[in-house]
């Protein structure tokens, strides 16, 4: 907390700001002081290098198992003007929803003022960080950010706004899942006939988190029994007898039970980059949309392998 508040100081005196305007984020080996010598030697020479194309450095500056800077930027425009919303992120493992090893900033030139901004931005982390995983593993350093300078001089309305930092939130939430630790497949879980959205959701992240759909899928193997038992070990309260399971459209499960399948049509449907997973629960007309990837060997190796 010491070095915390040392540091944000020296971030205020060289940038010229209120200590109060500097906002921290962490990231590093859970428990591992950071050295404060050379921490605190970098925040000059970080300042000195500030600069309006300096983004994609900054993206790729705070980059850890990472193996690609993510950034991704979007013009918010109607009738009555435009802004533009951008972003960067890191996170490629710990990544669990609501609870990640990810850090998020994202920038707009819209006047939209801070409770509003605020109350959008959850929305817009609801509906896409807050629905992926790459492992379902949480994490002590968790933050998404967003700052409004208001120098758009015709914004748009605050739904087109909205619209963007949404759109913003999940370009960026994927590209985590894709350059989730050694991952090859992204899936995307669609429930649907859920009776809330909260329970599509509860069902997808059951799905998501599971380390035997996830294995599953990187054999490229239609194992639709291990999906219907990760949701089953799951929160939401379901009836196994109306639950239909496709790979992309490919029927595995109807009515909870086999379907008649040809093995090596559903198995093909594993194979691409990515993967479509459709469970209809037949219990209502709410849906949601939950990313995952798959979980191979070489996840394994970078988690075995990350201090030693």
Not at 114 to 133: C, E, Q
Not at 183 to 191: E, T
Request: aromatic fraction near 4%; charged fraction near 20%.
């Amino acid at each position: 907390m010491a070095l915390a508040e040392e540091s944000a100081a020296l971030v205020a005196k060289e940038l010229g700001c209120a200590v109060e305007d500097v906002l921290l984020c962490s990231t590093g080996v859970i428990g591992q002081p950071i050295p404060r010598e050379p921490f605190l030697a970098g925040i000059p020479q970080a300042a000195a290098a500030l600069s309006v194309d300096g983004g994609s450095r900054a993206a790729k500056a705070i980059m850890t198992t990472d193996l690609v800077a993510k950034e991704a930027a979007y013009r918010a425009e109607d009738h009555t003007g435009s802004c533009v919303v951008g972003g960067m992120v890191k996170g490629s493992g710990m990544i669990a929803p609501e609870l990640a090893t990810m850090l998020c900033v994202i920038t707009t030139d819209a006047p939209v003022q801070g409770p509003i901004l605020k109350a959008t931005l959850k929305d817009a982390v609801g509906h896409t960080f807050n629905r992926i995983s790459v492992d379902g593993c949480m994490s002590t350093n968790d933050a998404v950010i967003v700052l409004a300078t208001g120098t758009a001089p015709r914004p748009p309305s605050l739904s087109a706004f909205k619209e963007a930092l949404t759109a913003v939130c999940a370009d960026l939430a994927e590209q985590m899942v894709r350059d989730g630790e050694g991952a090859k497949k992204v899936l995307h879980i669609r429930v649907t006939g859920a009776r809330t959205e909260a329970d599509a959701v509860g069902v997808g992240r059951a799905i998501a988190t599971s380390a035997l759909v996830k294995t599953a899928l990187a054999g490229g193997d239609p194992n639709w029994g291990r999906i219907l038992a990760a949701m089953g070990a799951g929160p939401v309260r379901f009836e196994p007898e109306r639950v239909v399971v496709s790979f992309g459209g490919v029927t595995v499960c109807r009515f909870g039970v086999a379907a008649s399948f040809d093995r090596g049509v559903a198995a093909q449907q594993l194979k691409g980059r990515d993967v479509q997973l459709t469970v209809d629960l037949g219990m209502g007309d709410a849906e949601a949309v939950f990313l995952t990837c798959d979980f191979t060997s070489d996840y394994v190796r970078i988690n075995a392998e990350y201090t030693t």
